[in-house]
């Protein structure tokens, strides 16, 4: 399985919007999560959202639920992080994860460990 690949990361001032985009490489018939993870300069890397392939469902950060949605185009293997009203601390590199064993029972999005292919990440600052 090849790595997700993101893009769409820049420089944008406060209360702006910007979109990501992560490339996957399968699992597009199955219920397993695309998360969307960022980390900024010393701190660990923290949980934003995510959407599961098959159902649809999303899941996000407390701090962004409301301004941030998550989508996705299965003809296309792709997953959108659309980012509103942006503020100085969604700054960070911004990472897509998915996971390559599909037969696990159940997955928790939220969690790190949940998954196990990471893309390179792209940088995010919001800054006036």
């Known amino acids: 399985q090849v790595q997700p690949v993101e893009s769409g990361g820049g420089w944008v001032q406060p209360g702006d919007s910007l979109s990501l985009s992560c490339a996957t490489f399968?699992?597009?018939?199955?219920?397993?999560?695309v998360g969307w993870f960022r980390q900024s300069p010393g701190k660990g890397r923290e949980f934003v959202a995510a959407i599961f392939w098959s159902t649809g469902a999303t899941f996000f950060k407390d701090s962004v639920r409301g301004r941030f949605t998550v989508s996705k185009d299965n003809a296309k293997s792709t997953v959108y992080l659309q980012m509103n009203s942006l503020k100085a601390e969604d700054t960070g590199v911004y990472y897509c994860a998915t996971v390559k064993d599909t037969t696990k029972p159940y997955y928790i999005p939220a969690e790190l460990k949940t998954y196990d292919s990471w893309g390179r990440g792209t940088q995010v600052t919001v800054s006036s």
């Open positions: 399968g699992g597009t018939d199955t219920n397993i999560p």
